[in-house]
T-cell receptor
């Protein structure tokens, strides 16, 4: 049973536009959420995180939004750049426990 | 620091053979994780260690998989015997804490079982 779901396997966006990656979760005990980014032939690297006490966290071009009532979070990238093309993993944890990852979304930013 | 080091980067083997994947975590990190990435299931946690002790191996698919951490600077993931469905990219990661953003991943080992 997948507790963290990324229902869009891929997303294609034009350079300069907004990229929105979505993630849904089923475990209401999750209280910490992260996004990781992965380039080909490399391991995932941490991108941005958010605690359940917040509904938004921003870091430069990257913003994560959390909607606890809908058990949904999203990652916004504005403006999108070709270097943002990668696989994006959503992850969550509950009360200091291990991370649970989603299946990933492939983002392609076209120039 | 060189980061998390994994070897080999690529492994091609035949069904039934034993496969051993190796990992050197970042010095000083107390946690070590083994993950598997497949197209169907994404990034799955197989097992993690805290101070060289296995804490949670609930993600290990079956008895053919085993992992050890004999010391703070080395861990292995062994598959014996290997099967074609084990083909995937296996990542090792290490961190100071269990669930925070400080989980650092190695480059992965791409395993192909023919």
């Amino acid at each position: 049973d997948q507790q963290v779901k990324q229902n869009s396997p891929s997303l294609s966006v034009q350079e300069g536009r907004i990229s929105i990656l979505n993630c849904d979760y089923t475990n209401s005990m999750f209280d910490y959420f992260l996004w990781y980014k992965k380039y080909p032939a490399e391991g995932p690297t941490f991108l941005i995180s958010i605690s359940s006490i917040k509904d938004k966290n921003e870091d430069g071009r990257f913003t994560v939004f959390l909607n606890k009532s809908a058990k949904h979070l999203s990652l916004h990238i504005v403006p999108s750049q070709p270097g943002d093309s990668a696989v994006y993993f959503c992850a969550a944890s509950a009360y200091g426990n291990k991370l649970v990852f989603g299946a990933g979304t492939i983002l392609r930013v076209k120039s | 620091d060189a980061g998390v080091i994994q070897s080999p980067r690529h492994e091609v083997t035949e069904m039934g053979q034993e496969v051993t994947l190796r990992c050197k975590p970042i010095s000083g990190h107390d946690y070590l994780f083994w993950y598997r990435q497949t197209m169907m299931r994404g990034l799955e946690l197989l097992i993690y260690f805290n101070n060289n002790v296995p804490i949670d191996d609930s993600g290990m698919p079956e008895d053919r998989f085993s992992a050890k951490m004999p010391n703070a600077s080395f861990s292995t993931l062994k598959i014996q015997p290997s099967e074609p469905r084990d083909s995937a990219v296996y990542f090792c990661a290490s961190s100071l804490a269990l669930n925070t953003d400080t989980q650092y991943f190695g480059p992965g080992t791409r395993l192909t079982v023919l």
